[in-house]
């Protein structure tokens, strides 16, 4: 990886780590579809965990095509501590694997992996600004 490219990859992991993310979601629709359309889904599903959560939610959303030309998603979800895994997976029409975030970092990067190629790809939807970590509320 080129040292630009690193640096862009460099600069959403810095910003990401800043959150307290509570989910880390892998998502492929059901049928192909374009990002547009993904993106309105993944919107569905968090506008619904923020209705079972009963506040504001934030997320960060970076749409990807896969070897096989297939679009699925990687996305982050932050403020919903409380929300099972499965409360979160209900609102996905298609294969999802869904887990709690135990290590920030491994998600963070992994979600960001195709920054330097595709991150005009990348989205942060919902009041993120409320899931800063404390040492960032400090400064």
Same mark, same amino acid.
């Given at each position: 990886? !080129?040292? %630009?490219?690193?640096?862009? +990859?460099?600069g959403?992991?810095?910003?990401l780590?800043?959150? $307290?993310?509570?989910?880390s979601?892998?998502?492929t629709?059901?049928? %192909?579809? !374009?990002k547009a359309s993904l993106?309105?889904?993944?919107r569905?599903l968090?506008?619904?965990?923020e @209705? ?6 934030g997320?960060?959303?970076? &749409?990807?095509r896969? =070897? =096989? *030309?297939?679009l699925?998603?990687?996305?982050l979800?932050? *403020?919903?501590?409380d929300l099972?895994?499965r =409360?979160?997976?209900?609102?996905w029409?298609?294969?999802? +694997?869904?887990?709690?975030?135990d290590? %920030?970092?491994?998600?963070v $990067?992994?979600?960001?992996?195709w =920054? %330097?190629?595709? !991150?005009?790809?990348? &989205?942060?939807? *919902?009041?993120?600004? @409320?899931?800063r970590c ?6």
């Amino acid at each position: 990886m !080129s040292a %630009p490219s690193q640096h862009i +990859r460099d600069g959403w992991v810095e910003f990401l780590l800043r959150h $307290r993310w509570s989910h880390s979601l892998h998502l492929t629709a059901q049928s %192909p579809s !374009s990002k547009a359309s993904l993106e309105q889904q993944f919107r569905r599903l968090f506008w619904g965990c923020e @209705r079972v959560a009963k506040r504001h939610l934030g997320a960060f959303l970076a &749409l990807e095509r896969g =070897a =096989a *030309g297939h679009l699925h998603c990687h996305a982050l979800l932050a *403020g919903a501590d409380d929300l099972t895994v499965r =409360a979160v997976q209900e609102g996905w029409k298609g294969h999802s +694997r869904i887990h709690r975030v135990d290590c %920030p970092e491994a998600v963070v $990067r992994y979600a960001t992996k195709w =920054a %330097p190629v595709n !991150s005009e790809d990348y &989205l942060l939807v *919902g009041r993120l600004d @409320r899931y800063r970590c404390s040492s960032d509320e400090e400064n």
